[in-house]
């Protein structure tokens, strides 16, 4: 099973959902990309990962120009409101899911309420990603 998480940076939330799909299950092939990556990784998302024992510090931010070539069983977009464009997977794709979650890189406040932010958004990828997990791939 083959699964790509895409969003406009690769920096944060295509990173946490692919951390918690690859920590669902070992056996699954999943990548995160992005149509403008940043080229590096969002330290708070890797921080809070990090707190609930996954490990992302490793992943790459890269292009999705990287998968274009190759098929793919999901990709999932997480962009999240209006303010926001979705990017569209040009490749070879057999599904293609949407689910979107608000950036806490674009959060505003004190330290305790961008990082609470970021730990928000953690948590509601977990329980989105885990209920995708158990409702397509886990059968």
């Not at 403008?36 to 292009?63: F, P, Q, R």
């Amino acid at each position: 099973m083959k699964i790509l998480v895409l969003c406009t940076g690769n920096s944060c939330r295509s990173q946490m959902a692919h951390g918690f799909l690859q920590s669902f299950d070992k056996n699954l092939t999943v990548r995160s990309a992005g149509t403008e990556a940043s080229g590096k990784l969002n330290a708070n998302a890797v921080k809070a990962m990090n707190e609930i024992g996954i490990d992302i510090s490793k992943h790459t931010s890269d292009s999705v120009d990287l998968y274009l070539d190759q098929e793919w069983d999901y990709v999932i977009t997480v962009c999240g409101g209006a303010n926001e464009a979705c990017p569209a997977f040009m490749g070879k794709v057999k599904n293609r899911i949407h689910i979107g979650f608000d950036d806490p890189s674009h959060a505003e406040g004190s330290e305790d309420f961008i990082w609470s932010e970021f730990i928000r958004v953690r948590n509601q990828i977990k329980d989105a990603f885990y209920k995708f997990y158990q409702d397509n791939i886990k059968k």
